[in-house]
């Protein structure tokens, strides 16, 4: 496979091989794919999560919150959210 670069995107790829972050263009082009199939694979993951969360409240799983309950709501995400950095 050939891929014709910008005159931009060449410079750009040039300035990574000369700084040493790359060993050649080939090498810059495998990093930046990878890049893009994780952020792809990351990408698929949250689909098919939000598909999962939409199959859930139409089979009326879902939790009804108000203004009362707010509150209590931000509270248990802030500390879910606490719990899972201090678990990394």
Request: proline residues 1%; hydrophobic residues 35%.
């Amino acid at each position: 496979m050939q891929v014709q670069l910008t005159p931009a995107q060449s410079s750009f790829v040039n300035l990574g091989i000369q700084e040493g972050r790359f060993r050649d263009s080939e090498e810059a082009v495998q990093q930046a794919l990878a890049q893009w199939e994780k952020r792809e694979r990351v990408r698929m993951e949250l689909i098919a999560s939000l598909d999962q969360a939409e199959q859930s409240l139409d089979a009326g799983e879902g939790e009804s919150y108000s203004s009362e309950t707010l509150d209590e709501l931000v509270q248990s995400v802030q500390s879910r959210g606490v719990a899972r950095l201090a678990g990394q």
